[in-house]
């Protein structure tokens, strides 16, 4: 009688945490979304729990950089949950201040031409919010290494898979 | 439960009277009654039903905190020891798993298996208080920059200068638990794929896994990170 008691609590207990695994399985998105691993300089292309494309890429370098005026950026890749929030096809490069101080240069009006670039961010890019992009990039013999001022670079052909799966909205996670 | 205790106490009665009278009485065998085989089965049976039990309420207790941490916006850490694996959840995404080369469990936390103290122990998420490591959380570099032909031919060269450091990272919950994270050295060390016990009394748990697995869990751990143990 105990024995048969202890079997029926096993197997409603079973049931029980098999129903709260497929809970928590179902939190994971069912549309496609991007997680970054900006440690091992990694990005994956999700759908549910399935792969569907892995991609070497590079993020941010960490470097401070500072200058005259106690002014200073830190060049880091944000860890987080964020949305697509702009799709670019031939991206322009705003250019920041830190671009043309690590250069040397003046720095000219916000609302100068001269701050647009052409064909530096590769042929697609996704906005995530405070201007940090999933770009193409010129520079492949970059990619894995952690080296850009924030935003996360893709080789081409990654690129316009990740642009053509994801649309407005999508998930991406970096961690 | 009582009447499964009161049951076990009852066939370990009769087992031990039996070797009592055998030691007793080595002459010729009386009609007494014997234990059959029929009998010890079913004492192992029951204990093996009842460690299932155990493990599906730890298993519960892990699942449920899990669905309740992803409404949590921050990252948080499981330690599956069953299915040797941790990860780093994020709302509810497992966004990174990693297989677990080895274990070690303290004696505090060995003692404590099928008790009820574990599952109290366990049932509620863990708190970070403090965590420690031999690598920076950011391995931030400072410089003044000429350019940025300069600034990458440079990042080259100088990437990453804690490369040599041996990663080995100390996790302080509340609750007393200690988690320690620790990098495989080399493939030619043999780790404990089942737990190893290590003595004192403290509950401490010693995780070995690959160096990059490692250094982008700690990196992504916020400072008041929850951590959740299916043991």
Redesign the interface.
Not at chain 1, 37 to 40: E, F, H, R, V, W
Not at chain 2, 138 to 148: C, F, N, T
């Given at each position: 009688?105990?024995?048969d008691?202890?079997?029926a609590?096993?197997d409603s207990?079973?049931r029980?945490?098999q129903q709260?695994?497929s809970?928590?399985d179902n939190?994971?998105?069912g549309k496609p979304?991007l997680?970054v691993?900006?440690?091992?300089n990694e990005l994956r292309l999700m759908s549910g729990h399935t792969l569907l494309r892995k991609a070497v890429c590079s993020t941010g370098?960490?470097?401070?950089?500072?200058?005259y005026g106690d002014r200073k950026w830190?060049f880091?890749t944000p860890?987080?949950?964020f949305k697509v929030n702009v799709k670019l096809k031939d991206p322009w490069w705003y250019k920041p201040d830190w671009?043309y101080i690590?250069?040397?240069l003046p720095v000219p009006s916000p609302y100068s031409p001269k701050r647009y670039e052409p064909n530096v961010l590769g042929d697609y890019a996704l906005g995530f919010g405070n201007g940090y992009l999933i770009h193409g990039t010129l520079?492949t013999r970059?990619l894995g290494?952690?080296?850009t001022h924030g935003c996360v670079r893709l080789g081409d052909q990654d690129m316009r898979v990740v642009f053509q799966t994801m649309s407005h909205g999508y998930?991406i996670?970096i961690? | 439960m009582m009447?499964?205790l009161r049951?076990l106490l009852a066939i370990l009665l009769v087992i031990t009277l039996i070797h009592l009278f055998e030691v007793f009485n080595p002459g010729p065998h009386f009609p007494v009654a014997t234990v059959s085989s029929d009998t010890l089965l079913?004492l192992d049976?029951?204990n093996s039903?009842?460690r299932?039990?155990f493990n599906?309420?730890v298993?519960?207790s892990f699942?449920?905190n899990?669905?309740q941490l992803?409404s949590d916006?921050s990252?948080i850490l499981t330690a599956d020891l069953n299915d040797s694996l941790i990860t780093?959840d994020?709302?509810?995404?497992?966004?990174?798993m990693a297989k677990i080369g080895g274990i070690q469990l303290s004696q505090g936390i060995n003692d404590s298996l099928y008790q009820s103290e574990l599952l109290d122990w366990i049932s509620a998420p863990f708190k970070l208080k403090s965590q420690t490591a031999t690598i920076s959380k950011?391995?931030?570099?400072?410089?003044?920059?000429?350019?940025?032909r300069e600034?990458?031919s440079q990042?080259?060269h100088l990437?990453d200068p804690e490369d040599s450091n041996y990663v080995s990272i100390t996790l302080v919950f509340n609750r007393n638990l200690t988690l320690i994270l620790k990098e495989i050295e080399s493939d030619s060390v043999n780790y404990p794929i089942y737990p190893e016990i290590m003595r004192g009394s403290e509950k401490m748990i010693t995780l070995y896994m690959r160096r990059?697995d490692a250094?982008?869990i700690y990196?992504?751990l916020p400072q008041n990170t929850s951590m959740i143990l299916n043991i």
């Open positions: 009688m105990a024995m008691d202890l079997a609590r096993i207990l079973s029980k945490v709260l695994r809970e928590f939190l994971t998105p979304y997680v691993n900006s440690t091992a370098s960490y470097i401070l950089l500072r200058t830190l880091k860890r987080g949950r671009a690590e250069e040397g520079y970059f290494l952690p080296i998930r996670y961690y | 009447t499964i049951y079913a049976s029951i039903m009842k299932k039990y599906l309420k298993a519960e699942w449920r899990r669905i992803a916006p990252f780093l994020l709302q509810g995404v497992p966004l990174h950011e391995p931030i570099q400072e410089r003044y920059i000429a350019s940025r600034a990458e990042l080259i990437r990059l250094l982008a990196r992504a």
